[in-house]
């Protein structure tokens, strides 16, 4: 089981930390990804923490945000640094599977967190 | 990155209906297409994954079909519960990108 928090309203320029709080699985050994929804668009990957400690991110993300984990929580978490307008959406953290061996699908997803990036 | 789109972005259909979405990617992804059921409010549901594959306690009525850029979700008999947005999503590449969606509607 997944369960986003830390969502809210931050101004253009700022921060916010958003956790996923793993159960069932220990997030250390686990692949799971953020992938976001913007008000009216489609589905967006984020970034993806793998179980070797790599992290990747989509160009949108790069240099802004940073995947991390805490394994004493069992928990993931996204710090979002330098929040634009267009950032603003439904963040969810979800669970790899069935890869490709360089993409995968998401077979657990949280039920997410709304991130409202405005002045 | 890889593009994908779907086609139509909304479909009115009765109960009963044998529905059909279609899914391009802008470039050959193989097999590796994904389709997801989303509902306001709820989290994405896996239905199919590696084009035809349905992921565990998906309802035989949903298939999937296709291969390198064109690639169809068809729901044989549509359920009152399958009234939702369907999108599909690319896994060829690490961009892991998604389409728009499709809105099945009540007609």
């Known amino acids: 089981q997944l369960v986003e928090s830390g969502g809210g309203l931050v101004q253009p320029g700022g921060s916010l930390r958003l956790s996923c709080a793993v159960s069932?699985?220990?997030?250390?050994?686990?692949?799971i990804s953020w992938v976001r929804q913007a008000p009216g668009k489609g589905l967006e990957w984020v970034s993806v923490?793998?179980?070797?400690?790599?992290?990747y991110y989509a160009d949108s993300a790069q240099g802004r945000f940073t995947v991390s984990i805490d394994t004493s929580k069992n928990t993931l978490y996204l710090q979002m640094n330098s929040l634009r307008l267009e950032d603003t959406a439904i963040y969810y953290c979800?669970?790899?599977?069935?890869?490709?061996?360089?993409?995968?699908?998401?077979?657990?997803w949280g039920q997410g967190a709304m991130v409202t990036v405005s002045s | 990155d890889i593009q994908m789109t779907q086609s139509p972005s909304t479909l009115s259909a009765s109960v009963g209906d044998r529905v059909t979405i279609t899914c391009r990617a802008s470039q050959s992804i193989s097999s590796w297409l994904a389709w997801y059921q989303l509902r306001p409010g709820k989290a994405p549901k896996l239905l199919i994954y590696k084009t035809s594959t349905l992921e565990s306690g998906v309802p035989p009525r949903f298939s999937g079909s296709g291969s390198g850029t064109e690639f169809t979700l068809t729901i044989s008999s549509l359920q009152p519960d399958d009234f939702a947005t369907y999108c599909c999503q690319q896994y060829s590449s690490s961009s892991r990108t998604f389409a728009q969606g499709t809105k099945v509607e009540v007609k």
């Open positions: 979800a669970r790899e599977a069935h890869g490709s061996g360089l993409g995968s699908t998401f077979d657990i």
């Open positions: 069932g699985v220990t997030v250390s050994r686990s692949y």
């Open positions: 923490f793998n179980a070797d400690g790599t992290t």
